[in-house]
């Protein structure tokens, strides 16, 4: 059974420029997770949706950040005008019943 | 708001020393999961545990969720057991997982 992809692994931004980042979660999955993990740190939630539909999205910085699963699937991340404080590795999971698994993560450095 | 707290938040042993790791967390917990995360690596589930003892290998997840604490034993430590542990708890049984800040051990030959 293939894990859950993403893509890319690794992005250098200047301030203000945007990136987006792709999970394709294990097949069959309902619930589908993005995380911020900055370094040294426990992830933290950033949004999460369980098919199509946004379940939370509470720690989500809407003025930069957006999140969208359009056909209940893959999901993509992207962020606008990044800032240095984006710096961080962004985990996607997906679940079903409870327990997560996790993809390798997107690295993102903001110079 | 609602927190995980682990502890140690580091440990250095030497191979064959046995590790207790602890997640405490401030409200009533519906589960607990356990993760491993190598360094530059993905996390990667040990434990699924929401009440009670489980065993795999070396190592042991007992959850007293009552007591709102759950640890992680890990006997005759190797090295390749270095990197983090994380606990992430659901408070609300609705998928969402809060993560502590990780334990970070380093097992020395």
């Known amino acids: 059974e293939a894990g859950v992809t993403q893509s890319p692994r690794y992005a250098v931004l200047q301030e203000g420029q945007a990136v987006s980042f792709w999970c394709d979660p294990i097949?069959?999955?309902?619930?589908l997770y993005w995380y911020q993990q900055p370094r040294d740190q426990g992830p933290q939630l950033l949004v999460y949706?369980?098919?199509?539909?946004?379940?939370?999205n509470s720690q989500l910085p809407s003025d930069r950040f957006s999140a969208v699963r359009p056909k209940g699937t893959n999901s993509t991340l992207k962020i606008q005008s990044a800032k240095q404080g984006d710096t961080a590795t962004y985990l996607c999971?997906?679940?079903?019943?409870?327990?997560?698994?996790f993809g390798e993560g997107s690295k993102l450095t903001v110079l | 708001g609602q927190q995980v707290q682990q502890s140690p938040a580091s440990l250095v042993l030497q191979e064959g020393e046995n590790a207790e790791l602890q997640c405490n967390f401030s409200?009533?917990?519906?589960?607990l999961q356990w993760f491993y995360q190598h360094p530059g690596g993905r996390l990667v589930s040990l434990f699924y545990n929401p009440s009670g003892t489980k065993h795999t290998g070396r190592l042991t997840s007992t959850t007293v969720t009552n007591e709102r604490r759950g640890s992680l034993h890990i006997s005759s430590s190797q090295t390749t057991d270095s990197g983090t542990y994380f606990c992430?708890?659901?408070?609300?049984?609705?998928?969402?997982?809060?993560f502590g800040g990780g334990t970070r051990l380093t097992v020395r030959p």
């Open positions: 097949s069959g999955h309902d619930t």
């Open positions: 999971a997906s679940s079903l019943r409870g327990q997560l698994y």
């Open positions: 409200s009533t917990a519906t589960r």
């Open positions: 992430a708890i659901d408070y609300n049984a609705g998928a969402k997982l809060t």
């Open positions: 949706f369980r098919d199509e539909a946004v379940i939370d």
